[in-house]
């Protein structure tokens, strides 16, 4: 469900009648985005002299999203295990694609976060999932279709081979993103999730193809970190953020941890962020050079 939809629903779902701008405080949404949920959804509505309560449709459709948000919520325990197992098939991590693990608590929290804000009900995709973190979000219980798209094939070979064994509906695209974006993968995603190569060059192409990919009202989970001697790569990293036109909403400090990266610590934070009328790609078409910390000599 639409989030600022989910929000509006929530705030009335007690029974109350408000006004519009009463409607703005409860639920934390702008004017304009309460005028176009009351709009959209009006079979969700009873509209008694421009004061609102939530119908029984309304009702109805909240309850269901909040039985598909909490899908996650009995804990990790129960697939924590199933999940490291998972993890332990990989291979040694490939350095020339900037592949570092993260911890399993990390997979845990990423997997909870994307479920509790309710990604896995409008399309989620992962670009490059060395860390496995669809198949987390989907042993959380997501019960919903996620794609991963990777250029290594080993990792894409785990995750198909699990979505088989537990009937998960996953699909696994071997896709190079140098390459140009998928006619069929253009403005078809809820949410992108990335932790995408150190190098600029490679964050800016990911940055660029999570753009191409997300619907109007997406939203973009990334993940970088920097050493405190080298801040000036992370505020390049915000410039691309802002010039490919996202909103950052939300910044995670040290929410993920990995199984080395001690060049920044060994953790890093996650981003959340928002389209905007403004974003774009910064990068189209076929790309060549490098986009990794491990280059060839003299690049």
């Given at each position: 469900m639409y989030e600022g939809a989910f929000r509006i629903l929530r705030a009335l779902g007690?029974?109350?009648?408000?006004?519009q701008d009463e409607i703005v405080h409860a639920a934390g949404e702008a004017s304009s985005v309460v005028r176009e949920v009351i709009e959209r959804y009006p079979k969700w509505f009873e509209d008694d002299e421009r004061r609102f309560r939530c119908s029984e449709r309304g009702l109805a459709a909240l309850a269901r999203e909040l039985v598909a948000r909490s899908a996650g919520d009995a804990g990790a325990e129960s697939w924590r295990a199933a999940y490291e197992a998972m993890a332990a098939e990989r291979?040694?991590?490939?350095?020339?694609?900037?592949?570092?693990?993260?911890?399993?608590?990390?997979?845990?929290?990423?997997?909870?976060?994307?479920?509790?804000?309710?990604?896995?009900?409008?399309g989620l995709v992962f670009l490059g999932d060395d860390d496995l973190t669809s198949a987390a979000v989907q042993l959380a219980g997501a019960g919903r279709k996620v794609t991963a798209v990777d250029t290594?094939?080993?990792?894409?070979?785990?995750?198909?081979?699990?979505?088989?064994?537990?009937?998960?509906?996953?699909?696994?695209?071997h896709h190079d993103l140098r390459q140009p974006t998928p006619k069929s993968m253009l403005g078809r995603y809820g949410a992108v999730f990335t932790d995408p190569p150190?190098?600029?060059?490679?964050?800016?192409?990911?940055?660029?193809r999570a753009a191409e990919m997300l619907k109007p009202d997406g939203r973009l989970y990334i993940c970088f970190g920097q050493s405190r001697r080298a801040s000036e790569r992370g505020l390049q990293k915000q410039r691309v953020l802002g010039e490919a036109g996202f909103l950052v909403e939300a910044v995670f400090e040290d929410f993920n941890h990995y199984q080395g990266a001690e060049a920044i610590g060994s953790r890093s934070a996650l981003w959340r962020c928002r389209v905007t009328p403004e974003t774009k790609p910064l990068v189209r078409g076929e790309v060549e050079g490098p986009l990794y910390t491990s280059r060839p000599p003299n690049t």
């Open positions: 007690d029974g109350r009648s408000l006004a291979p040694t991590p490939k350095r020339a694609l900037d592949q570092v693990y993260v911890t399993t608590d990390t997979a845990v929290r990423r997997a909870e976060l994307l479920l509790e804000a309710g990604e896995h009900q409008r290594d094939e080993e990792m894409l070979r785990i995750l198909s081979r699990h979505a088989e064994e537990h009937g998960w509906e996953q699909d696994t695209v150190y190098a600029i060059e490679g964050f800016r192409l990911f940055v660029s």
